[in-house]
């Protein structure tokens, strides 16, 4: 025979859902969610995620199996996703973490987009919840966010700057009078970069220019080595250009990834040059060292660093449908790369038009490239 407290107990459930189905089970809802970088190791990245959540119910529940599936989109390419499943839920307002893994192996492709985008990626983070005791699915208000880079604008200068003062015993064997780059072909294997020098001679003899190479590096991850020979001939007193294409290798991206990220999503581009000319005492290599480009690359993904070299902060706009939609305020943000006519600065450069000078004639001297993931033993002819 039952005592009374089990009786007490059996009625306290029956008006507890007498209770419930009066005054009806709520629908849980999910207000946000919060995204961030967790460990990074060669092959994988994991990103932590917690999902605000509100119960409305007066009793906490698994509400009879509740799924979450999660998934990160970059310009459209899909970088993580993932499910949890048998989700307890609190009564009142709790948080659900998430974790996701993203390969990086997918991280050339989506480099691949965003300089290909104009240095744009459009992020989207979805998360829907299902309840399979209510038979019905509720998702976080979608999350959208702009990132934006302009990574080789910081070539673009007017700034005259001697070069091979060291070999002459103090006079310049060229002056370097104007640099600009912008981005050439991008695709799954390489990521070139078109550059354009603008050099004036002020001796009183030839300067054949025999070679000219480079070396890139990211985070000093080795991106790309090349160098070409060339018969190109600066006059006395004359202005010419001389035309040159850096090649990354796309297949160390994902390396680069990770050293990005441990960096805490910033990176330093260097680019090194070097000269060989041939002058009256015979042939010499020269170290362009006031051509070295070196620019910081910094993102802010999910939208929650401490700031940027400018502490630029992402701001939330509403967008229809629950829509967040971050946009850069800071070292991110900038306007599209400029033509390789307009002016800029490199190395804390004032921007000050250079003396005037003869007009540069288009010999198109020199052209380097290298083919993706080599570093030549010999000149690529």
Do not use: C
Not at 36 to 54: I, K
Not at 125 to 152: C, M, Q, W, Y
Not at 307 to 323: F, K, L, M, Q, S
């Amino acid at each position: 025979m039952p005592s009374i407290k089990q009786v007490i107990a059996v009625g306290v459930v029956v008006i507890l859902l007498v209770g419930l189905a009066v005054v009806g089970f709520g629908q849980p809802s999910v207000s946000g969610i919060d995204n961030r970088f967790g460990g990074v190791n060669e092959t994988t990245t994991v990103v932590e995620s917690d999902l605000a959540v509100r119960n409305p119910n007066p009793v906490g529940a698994s509400l009879g199996g509740l799924t979450v599936d999660y998934a990160i989109d970059m310009n459209g390419i899909r970088m993580a996703s993932g499910v949890k499943e048998s989700v307890s839920v609190p009564r009142g307002p709790s948080t659900v973490p998430m974790t996701t893994y993203l390969a990086n192996e997918r991280i050339p492709a989506w480099w691949v987009s965003h300089l290909n985008n104009g240095e744009r990626t459009e992020l989207a983070v979805n998360a829907d919840v299902h309840s399979s005791a209510l038979g019905t699915s509720f998702g976080a208000p979608k999350v959208t966010r702009t990132i934006e880079t302009d990574i080789v604008a910081a070539f673009n200068s007017t700034e005259r700057r001697p070069v091979g003062e060291e070999q002459t015993g103090g006079t310049p064997v060229l002056y370097i009078e104007e640099t600009s780059a912008q981005w050439g072909t991008v695709d799954a294997s390489a990521t070139e970069i078109d550059m354009r020098f603008v050099v004036y001679n002020p001796n009183a003899y030839l300067v054949p220019v025999s070679e000219l190479s480079y070396h890139a590096t990211m985070n000093d991850v080795a991106m790309g080595n090349g160098s070409t020979e060339g018969h190109g001939v600066i006059p006395p007193k004359s202005t010419r250009t001389i035309r040159a294409t850096t090649v990354l290798d796309n297949g160390n991206i994902d390396e680069w990834w990770v050293t990005h990220l441990e960096n805490d999503q910033e990176t330093t581009l260097r680019i090194d040059f070097a000269a060989q000319v041939d002058l009256p005492t015979g042939t010499v290599e020269i170290p362009l060292a006031p051509l070295t480009y070196t620019e910081t690359i910094e993102t802010d993904i999910f939208g929650n660093e401490n700031g940027t070299a400018t502490d630029g902060e992402a701001t939330t706009t509403p967008t229809p449908g629950g829509e967040t939609t971050p946009t850069e305020n800071g070292a991110e943000t900038a306007t599209p790369t400029p033509t390789p006519t307009d002016d800029g600065l490199l190395d804390g450069g004032d921007g000050e038009t250079a003396t005037p000078t003869p007009t540069p004639t288009e010999d198109g001297l020199l052209d380097v490239r290298s083919p993706p993931g080599t570093v030549p033993s010999q000149p690529i002819r």
